[in-house]
């Protein structure tokens, strides 16, 4: 007897940004499907899939943003739900990556939580990952199956090129993002600037911008990063810029975070317009008139729609998005 194999893809949503994977739903033109999740009165969390999905290609989307330890652990026990029911591949999808400045150890007795994390995912069942903008690309080393890293730039860049126009500058907010600022400034035709700063060593969300690094007086800045948390990077940056003659600051970013005090140091800051995107859902309470959220679902839908009909995902990116 010869049977010939069919492919089947299954979609499935934590609870951290239902939104977002409906938009990605939405875009592949299937149905999310039903882990009927519920969590115990001690907090212990429950997952049961509504349908079979033995022999099906698994597609889990869970961001993970706060509580950030309650997202990865469902995750991961969704994953491992779907691995005993007998699934053929499951893919963790992680527009934003837990733990990802972890990546490293700066200072003595440190954990690198990162690689953590990727080792939990290969515990819980998980043969592959894919994730936007992860804050270095060292950590799809981390994990020991493949490791799809999108890149959120082309959507920026797209809204960007329509609402920026004259004497445009890209700017870094510090030394460690001169590279994706090169890549914005390449594709707006754009200079190049750079910030110098100092990070405070008992406070890391305290942040001194010393210097300007390029010529942006009288001109448009852009300050380009991954992510924005506290906002004390950006907004020093940008507060720095607008003492050297900037005639107007915006910023833009893949991850807002935007944990407090982000709204009240945007609110008073320089900037005045920042571009996000919604890999991490954005409450009404931060939700400012300056800020512009952009979509990544269709990226990820892509992306997603590649690792099922194994094509390369590279290619829709260009090949921009390995580093």
């Known amino acids: 007897m010869e049977l010939v194999p069919t492919k089947r893809l299954e979609l499935y949503s934590g609870r951290s940004h239902r939104g977002l994977a409906e938009e990605i739903a939405e875009r592949l033109g299937v ?6 999740l519920k969590q115990f009165p001690n907090g212990e969390i429950h997952c049961r899939y509504d349908e079979s999905i033995r022999g099906a290609d698994v597609f889990i989307v869970q961001t993970h943003c706060v509580p950030v330890n309650d997202s990865i652990m469902e995750q991961l026990i969704m994953i491992d739900a779907a691995k005993r029911a007998s699934a053929k591949r499951i893919t963790a999808v992680c527009p934003y990556y837990g733990y990802s ?3 490293r150890k700066a200072s003595g007795r440190e954990p690198i939580t990162a690689k953590l994390v990727a080792d939990m995912f290969t515990a819980a069942g998980a043969n592959r990952i894919v994730s936007v903008d992860l804050h270095s690309g060292q950590i799809q080393g981390f994990f020991d199956g493949p490791v799809d890293h999108l890149t959120a ?3 920026l860049v797209t809204r960007l090129q329509e609402e920026a126009s004259g004497d445009l500058v890209v700017v870094a907010p510090d030394a460690g993002r001169l590279k994706a600022a090169e890549v914005y400034a390449q594709h707006l035709n754009a200079d190049l600037a750079s910030i110098w700063k100092k ?3 008992t406070d890391s ?6 210097g300007v690094m390029g010529e942006v007086e009288g001109r448009l800045c ?9 906002a004390g990077t950006i907004v020093a940056a940008a507060d720095r810029l607008a003492a050297a003659g900037a005639s107007e600051v915006w910023a833009a970013a893949t991850h807002g975070v935007l944990s407090d ?6 609110k008073n800051s320089s900037i005045s317009r920042l571009f996000i995107t919604n890999t991490l859902p954005l409450p009404p309470e931060k939700q400012l008139p300056n ?11 892509d992306a997603i729609d590649a690792v099922f009909e194994d094509t390369s995902v590279s290619e829709i990116f260009g090949g921009e998005n390995q580093s």
């Not at 969300?205 to 010393?210: G, W």
């Not at 005090?261 to 945007?266: G, I, K, M, S």
Request: charged share 25%; aromatic share 0%; glycine share 4%.
């Open 31 to 36: 149905q999310l499907g039903e882990p009927n």
């Open 261 to 266: 005090p982000a709204t009240d140091r945007l």
């Open 153 to 155: 730039t082309p959507v």
């Open 291 to 301: 800020i512009e959220v952009l979509s990544a679902a269709g990226i990820i839908a």
């Open 222 to 230: 852009l300050l380009v990063d991954d992510m924005i948390d506290t």
């Open 205 to 210: 969300s305290q942040v001194e911008a010393l």
């Open 101 to 103: 400045r972890q990546d």
């Open 199 to 201: 990070r405070s060593k």
